[in-house]
Nanobody, 126 residues
């Protein structure tokens, strides 16, 4: 059984920064950790992902150059550093774990992920 626990959300002014953490317990080998977000009235959307067994990272176009995903394998924790935040980044952020080994692609849809954290609220004021 895998558990994911997010932390680090909060309220920040536009242009500010936050760092989210997602601590995983259980099997993560050869898997992929993704960050998604869901704003009120909208579907959950892909933000970024990283492979546990490699250094490959992937980003949605809307966050490229502003967000950085990274991992600490010793702590089984994935981070999402968010810089130059905008009001449109306001959402509940979720980390998800995709246990399927994908050689040539990354999972970017919610139904491809096997486990989810409880979510953490990020609010960016203008």
């Amino acid at each position: 059984q895998v558990q994911l626990v997010e932390s680090g959300g909060g309220l920040v002014q536009a242009g500010g920064s936050l760092r989210l953490s997602c601590a995983a317990s259980g099997r993560t080998f050869n898997s992929c950790m993704g960050w998604f977000r869901q704003a009120p009235g909208k579907e959950r959307e892909f933000v970024a992902a990283i492979r546990w067994s490699a250094d490959s990272t992937y980003y949605a176009d809307s966050v490229k150059g502003r967000f950085t995903i990274s991992k600490d394998s010793a702590k089984n924790t994935v981070y999402l550093q968010m810089n130059n935040l905008k009001p449109e980044d306001t959402a509940v952020y979720y980390c998800g774990l995709d246990l399927t080994f994908r050689l040539h692609n990354i999972a970017v849809t919610t139904d491809e992920y096997d486990y989810w954290g409880q979510g953490t609220q990020v609010t960016v004021s203008s």
